[in-house]
């Protein structure tokens, strides 16, 4: 007889880790299913406005997310992606890559995913010196120019970390000014390895075998080339949402929640930055992560 949980847990973020320890310590019959554990976080430079550490790294972070995980002995399905969620009956049928899965709750906690640019070179040269993160490639491009497509907090922390690292650093982002942290920004502004264009946009990557540069348009139509080796794509996030099919989502594809983390189909919580709950930060969506949990227990002793 297929086993039914109490409560699935989609992803392994800081909102799915922070359910997963709330889950345990009420007792409930559970498991997470996740691609990987840590989420955006591993992928974070500095980390300095997380309550209780005035500095950590990201993966540092993210390694202390799940150590507090497995000291609850919590079960975390990794590589498994969902690619279906419906509920019929009062089960809620969860299917992966892996098998499938019954629930009698279940909380969306599956994060967001890197945006691409969409121009032309872009897929020729992905892991050729195109990448989508600079805490993991950063390293390759010692020594060398590099450009970081953005203009937001997550464009500001790959920059930071490349100043550590790279020759040079072209930020090129397509608003009249940079945004994000007043902090980070004016780090970045004061960095003399950093050439900032604003009004500015990729219109494709060049290169042979590996990158080799960038050519730019501005807000005028002038073009012009960067010669760099590395480029790093950091223009946002997208939710992932896409399985979620039958649940009300916003224009951006975000999972519409009210303030008990409940989406339209009851025994359906979501948290973190899948869903419409303004400002994407570690240390909100953990908040948000403990009320889904909490939620979700208390939806399970309303029912008879």
Request: aromatic share 6%; with cysteine; charged share 25%.
């Amino acid at each position: 007889m297929t086993e039914i949980f109490d409560l699935i847990i989609i992803g392994a973020g800081p909102a799915g880790i922070t359910a997963s320890v709330y889950a345990a310590r009420k007792r409930m019959n559970f498991i997470v299913v996740t691609g990987d554990i840590g989420g955006q976080t591993v992928w974070s430079g500095d980390v300095e406005n997380y309550t209780g550490y005035q500095f950590i790294t990201g993966p540092e972070l993210a390694a202390k997310f799940e150590e507090h995980m497995r000291q609850y002995g919590i079960e975390a399905r990794e590589t498994e992606f969902v690619s279906d969620i419906q509920k019929s009956g009062g089960i809620i049928s969860v299917k992966t890559n892996k098998g499938a899965y019954q629930t009698k709750t279940l909380i969306i906690a599956s994060g967001k995913k890197s945006k691409e640019l969409n121009v032309p070179g872009e897929k020729e040269f992905k892991n050729k010196g195109l990448t989508y993160c600079a805490t993991c490639d950063g390293p390759l491009f010692s020594g060398k120019n590099v450009s970081v497509i953005g203009g937001g907090n997550s464009a500001l922390d790959a920059a930071l970390q490349l100043v550590k690292i790279a020759k040079h650093t072209y930020i090129i982002n397509i608003t009249p000014a940079l945004g994000g942290d007043a902090v980070m920004r004016a780090k970045v502004e004061e960095s003399p390895s950093v050439t900032i264009f604003n009004n500015t946009q990729v219109s494709a990557v060049l290169g042979d075998k590996t990158v080799t540069g960038i050519r730019i348009k501005d807000n005028k139509g002038k073009e012009d080339l960067v010669a760099v080796e590395g480029i790093f794509v950091e223009i946002g996030l997208v939710p992932n949402s896409d399985f979620a099919r039958n649940i009300v989502k916003n224009e951006q594809g975000e999972i519409k929640v009210n303030c008990h983390n409940e989406t339209n189909i009851p025994g359906i919580f979501a948290a973190g930055d899948v869903t419409d709950v303004p400002e994407k930060q570690i240390v909100i969506a953990a908040g948000e992560g403990s009320k889904a949990a909490l939620s979700a227990f208390k939806y399970l002793a309303r029912k008879k």
